[in-house]
């Protein structure tokens, strides 16, 4: 079993940036793909961007340019620093781990709330 806790969201104003963190209990955390999803009201949750254990990385075309996912393996932790937020932004965001060996599993975090807004 993986926990992940998500921390950083609140509110912020269009053009400006918000950083999230993930930190995960995995023991062995460099297997794991972590990825960043949100999920607005009425909406499905959507990928973000994710990043593989040696770094190659893969954002939604919606966030290219403006979102950077990373990850420190020694500290178990993965981070999501938004740039240039605009009101679409707005969601509740989850950090994933993804364990794409057998048997493979999917774990998410509780959630945390960013909201673009003047």
């Known amino acids: 079993q993986v926990q992940l806790v998500e921390s950083g969201g609140g509110l912020v104003q269009p053009g400006g940036s918000l950083s999230l963190s993930c930190a995960a209990s995995a023991s062995i955390f460099s297997i794991y793909v972590m990825g960043w999803y949100r999920q607005a009201p009425g909406k499905q949750r959507e990928l973000v961007a994710a990043?593989?254990?040696?770094?190659?990385?893969n954002y939604a075309d919606s966030v290219k340019g403006r979102f950077t996912i990373s990850r420190d393996n020694a500290k178990k932790m993965v981070y999501l620093q938004m740039n240039s937020l605009k009101p679409e932004d707005t969601a509740v965001y989850y950090c994933?781990?993804?364990?794409?060996?057998?048997?493979?599993?999917?774990?998410w975090g509780q959630g945390t709330q960013v909201t673009v807004s003047s």
């Open positions: 994933n781990a993804h364990k794409p060996v057998v048997p493979i599993r999917d774990y």
């Open positions: 990043i593989a254990s040696a770094g190659s990385t």
